[in-house]
């Protein structure tokens, strides 16, 4: 039997704020190790005995990254959905199992968020194998994460009888408050809720059509009017739009009758803030984890980040300390729920912090920005081996660019350019123009623009590669 698994690769991460944010978001970046989530999501899949090439789930956004982080990583997944909306998990997994039934009829799904920590693999191997048999039964699995405290920021699960390897769900429980919490762990029949599940494909869609028949309408018509678009399956725009928005513990596993628990004892955790990224990161003795150019003295069990420049920390402790271009987060260790917080605040005040870093990834590379005053803004562009920018046109900017490294093939109006280092060019405002790097290397450049906006919306793109609109 084939295990294909899916990986879920939505979600903003707002609760890691200042270093994830809507543009890249947790499961895109590396947190506690040199590969980011969603690749250490992979890897900790890869290799094991029929198991099939990962299928991603990801929003329209992300798809460029998502591609670029599994090229990295050297793993052709077997798809890329892309949704147009982010409508929970449980239409996601309804697509995804979709797509594998046209590929194999008796597909299994391992079901898996891009944005979990999971320190003992072989733990978790050992408890998907277990789960196995009660799947070919028809059991709708879950695993049920061993509580190491009373936490009251996952959900939870209780469990029935026996049932093989795991036991039957008697019920899924909100997040709790401490109490509650503290008497789940004292009974010893409660679990956290992982989120990961394991299920036949076609048993997955018969039970969303008794329980959400129009969500499960909604996501056939999505991929029945899918189409490819470059390496990305697009899944319908006006279908999956329309589909309801849900979970799959509400959607399916509260109500069916066929939902297992499988107990995993596996490090696992969300890292659904960065107290929770603390617990699971490397500590030194004093109990800090740091990254960057950090300099401590007195301080203790903290997490202090620097992503561009010294951030230095005197006697104190406690602490959560995240530096990044724009922004820097000063919290307590008990306080950090309350980020959520300030991205709704950035939100509310139409700022762009929540949404973008200084460094922007494009398909083609990344630009940056480095200065910028009344009618100017300056850039740092890199464009990657082969990459190609659209063929485009502003109404408000020109445009100086001045190549740093590299080569750059640089197209204005009729004429073709091929620029290389301390070599500059102009583009005036409505001519059309663009930038291509035809070697090996990355090609950087500083960009000057000026003019009356120097907004991003103002692109008129004629011709894109990557197919944007």
């Known amino acids: 039997m084939k295990i294909y698994p899916v990986i879920l690769s939505g979600g903003a991460g707002t609760r890691l704020w200042p270093l994830s944010r809507a ?12 590969q980011t989530m969603l690749q250490e999501t992979v890897a900790r899949v890869a290799g094991w005995p029929d198991m099939a090439p990962p299928l991603i789930v990801c929003g329209n956004e992300h798809r460029f990254l998502v591609a670029e982080q599994m090229r990295e990583s050297k793993v052709a997944p077997l798809g890329i959905l892309l949704e147009s909306v982010g409508r929970n998990t449980a239409p996601a997994v309804a697509a995804a199992a979709l797509y594998l039934q046209a590929i194999d009829p008796e597909a299994v799904m391992l079901v898996l968020p891009a944005d979990h920590v999971i320190t003992d693999a072989a733990a978790f191997q050992r408890a998907v194998q277990s789960a196995v048999e009660l799947v070919r039964e028809g059991a709708l699995a879950t695993f049920g994460v061993v509580p190491t405290g009373p936490e009251t920021g996952y959900g939870y699960i209780r469990r029935g009888e026996a049932n093989g390897a795991g036991y039957r769900v008697d019920r899924f429980v909100e997040k709790p ?84 628990v499988i107990p995993a004892d596996i490090g696992w955790s969300d890292v659904g803030s960065w107290s929770a990224l603390w617990e699971v990161s490397p500590r030194d003795e004093a109990g800090n984890s740091q990254r960057g150019d950090v300099y401590l003295d007195g301080v203790s069990n903290s997490l202090v980040r620097a992503d561009s420049r010294i951030v230095a920390l005197i006697g104190v402790q406690d602490l959560v300390v995240v530096e990044t271009a724009d922004a820097v987060l000063v919290a307590h260790k008990d306080q950090v729920q309350r980020v959520k917080q300030i991205v709704d605040h950035l939100k509310t005040s139409e700022r762009t912090e929540h949404l973008y870093h200084t460094r922007v990834y494009r398909p083609w590379g990344s630009y940056e920005g480095i200065d910028h005053g009344e ?42 350019t091929l620029l290389s280092e301390n070599q500059s060019t102009y583009i005036p405002i409505g001519m059309n123009h663009r930038l291509e790097n035809p070697g090996k290397l990355p090609l950087h450049l500083i960009e000057v623009q000026s003019g009356s906006y120097l907004g991003e919306d103002d692109i008129v793109r004629f011709e894109d590669v990557y197919q944007r609109a």
Not at 206 to 231: H, I, N, T
């Open 23 to 34: 543009a890249l978001p947790k499961q895109l970046l590396p947190l506690v190790s040199d």
């Open 375 to 416: 009618r100017f803004q300056v850039k740092r562009i890199t464009v990657n081996p082969g990459g190609k920018l659209s063929l485009q046109m502003h109404h408000h900017r020109a445009e100086h660019w001045v190549v740093v490294s590299g080569t750059a093939r640089v197209t204005c109006g009729e004429t073709v």
């Open 177 to 260: 408050d401490r109490a509650t919490a503290e008497a789940f762990l004292a009974e010893g029949s409660y679990y956290w809720n992982s989120g990961m599940f394991l299920f036949q494909a076609g048993r997955y869609l018969s039970e969303l059509a008794s329980f959400q028949p129009e969500m499960a309408a909604a996501a056939e018509r999505a991929v029945s009017l899918a189409y490819r678009d470059m390496d990305f399956c697009r899944l319908d725009e006006a279908a999956f739009s329309a589909c309801p928005s849900d979970s799959i513990d509400y959607a399916v596993m509260e109500h069916t009758r066929h939902a297992v």
